[in-house]
T-cell receptor, first 114, second 114 residues
């Protein structure tokens, strides 16, 4: 059954701690994306990757880092430099890099700060 | 920078009636794509409908249709025969032809009255 999985569903971060959110897809999609959603807000782009071993900053990349070592995986690390990390994080993928390609979303990870 | 505006934070409609959600956008690009996504309480983002800017014909998907006014930079979503399962947040999104991520509006909360 093809799709996008994100884990964990809930994640708690202590002050000064780095945490990593997992995103895996078995759709054979080339492009993957990370978005952040705050209450009452739309989604904002953090990072995106159009191909393995390459990624680009989005609108709000400060305090985040990513890697793309495998086509199916695009983990997001929330570093201690991100001062307001509490949000809902959504991963997405699309078959190609062109604008016409539909982005499909995972179920999301809720990050809370202790 | 491209912006997407949804001026209706909340809309309410009686079951079986028709409702229209508004969206305007600002861009200087000629090649772009527009999308409506639905986010139910599960928070999974689901594509409802998409429109290519170069197409004059309005997109339709069963009970969902759009009114795309390119000169006015308007992209409204019409839901016919509203059903209880349509209750959700609806987000309008924009993407250029050159890839990178989606730009989202802040969303409209749609309530269906039984």
């Amino acid at each position: 059954d093809g799709g996008i999985t994100q884990s964990p569903k809930y994640l708690f971060r202590k002050e000064g701690q780095n945490v990593t959110l997992s995103c895996e897809q078995n759709l054979n999609h080339d492009a993957m994306y990370w978005y952040r959603q705050d209450p009452g807000q739309g989604l904002r782009l953090i990072y995106y990757s159009q191909i393995v071993n390459d990624f680009q900053k989005g609108d709000i990349a400060e305090g985040y880092s990513v890697s793309r070592e495998k086509k199916e995986s695009f983990p997001l690390t929330v570093t201690s430099a991100q001062k307001n990390p509490t949000a809902f994080y959504l991963c997405a993928s699309s078959i190609g890099r062109q604008g016409k390609e539909t982005q499909y979303f995972g179920p999301g990870t809720r990050l809370l700060v202790l | 920078a491209q912006t997407v505006t949804q001026s209706q934070p909340e809309m309410s409609v009686q079951e079986a009636e028709t409702v229209t959600l508004s969206c305007t956008y600002d861009t200087s690009e000629s090649d772009y794509y527009l999308f409506w996504y639905k986010q139910p309480p599960s928070r999974q983002m689901i594509l409802v409908i998409r429109q290519e800017a170069y197409k004059q014909q309005n997109a339709t998907e069963n009970r969902f249709s759009v009114n795309f006014q390119k000169a006015a930079k308007s992209f409204s979503l019409k839901i016919s025969d509203s059903q209880l399962g349509d209750a959700a947040m609806y987000f309008c999104a924009y993407r250029t032809g050159g890839a990178d991520g989606l730009t989202f509006g802040k969303g409209t909360h749609l309530i269906i009255q039984p």
